[in-house]
């Protein structure tokens, strides 16, 4: 069975770096076919895309987000971490990670974390 | 970025009612669209994939459909258990894109 656990800071002063980590078990980070995603979602509004890395290390990131985040692999924790830099009080959301499984064309997030709060104020 | 439009924002419903929820893509995407149901505290769940698969385990009472700009979800009758935000998400090209959500609550 897949699980996704993010962790990390669940308060973040503003203009510093958010930083949170996703262990993955169940399955490997180093997996062909899988994108290790990160998602957010302000409270009480609709999701949004974040960016990925693959199995290979290639990222690919929103371009609203594109100059402060950055997605990496420690495939040896078998975890992948976000870091968004500059954070304001906009930045505060519950933030996801997920498995988005392609396949032939197929795409699809089949696998989350539980979410986890992060509150940009000092 | 496509723009991803679902309607309505939110229904009342009741227990064994037929609901339809549509996302419209500012662009043709093909059938590259997924359905996704939250409830409140948990992550989203994937019920739909390219437009009209359902994913293991969903019950067979949701169904997808639509190709290019327009799609469709059903719960051909909806359970208590069915009351949730649904999301749409266009999984064509990137940066990938929500709909911005409908609620279903209980009339």
């Known amino acids: 069975q897949v699980q996704l656990q993010e962790s990390g800071p669940g308060l973040v002063k503003p203009s510093e770096t958010l930083s949170l980590t996703c262990t993955v078990s169940g399955d490997s980070v180093s997996s062909t076919s899988y994108y290790w995603t990160w998602i957010r979602q302000p409270p009480g509004r609709g999701l949004e895309w974040i960016g990925y890395i693959y199995y290979n290390g290639n990222s690919n990131y929103n371009p609203s987000l594109n100059s402060r985040v950055t997605i990496s692999a420690d495939t040896s924790k078998n975890q992948f971490s976000l870091k968004l830099s500059s954070v304001t009080a906009v930045d505060t959301a519950v933030y996801y990670c997920?498995?988005?499984?392609?396949?032939?064309?197929?795409?699809?997030?089949?696998?989350w974390g539980q979410g986890t709060l992060v509150t940009v104020s000092s | 970025a496509i723009q991803m439009t679902q309607s309505p924002s939110s229904l009342s419903a009741s227990v064994g009612d037929r609901v339809t929820i549509t996302c419209r893509a500012s662009?043709?995407?093909?059938?590259?669209l997924g359905w996704y149901q939250q409830k409140p505290g948990k992550a989203p769940k994937l019920l739909i994939y390219?437009?009209?698969s359902l994913q293991s385990a969903v019950p067979s009472r949701f169904s997808g459909s639509g190709s290019g700009t327009d799609f469709t979800l059903t719960i051909s009758s909806l359970q208590p258990e069915d009351f949730a935000t649904y999301y749409c998400l266009q999984d064509y090209n990137y940066p990938l894109t929500f709909g911005g959500g409908t609620k279903v609550e209980i009339k």
């Open positions: 390219v437009a009209s």
């Open positions: 662009q043709d995407i093909r059938n590259d």
């Open positions: 997920a498995r988005r499984h392609c396949d032939d064309g197929r795409c699809y997030f089949d696998y």
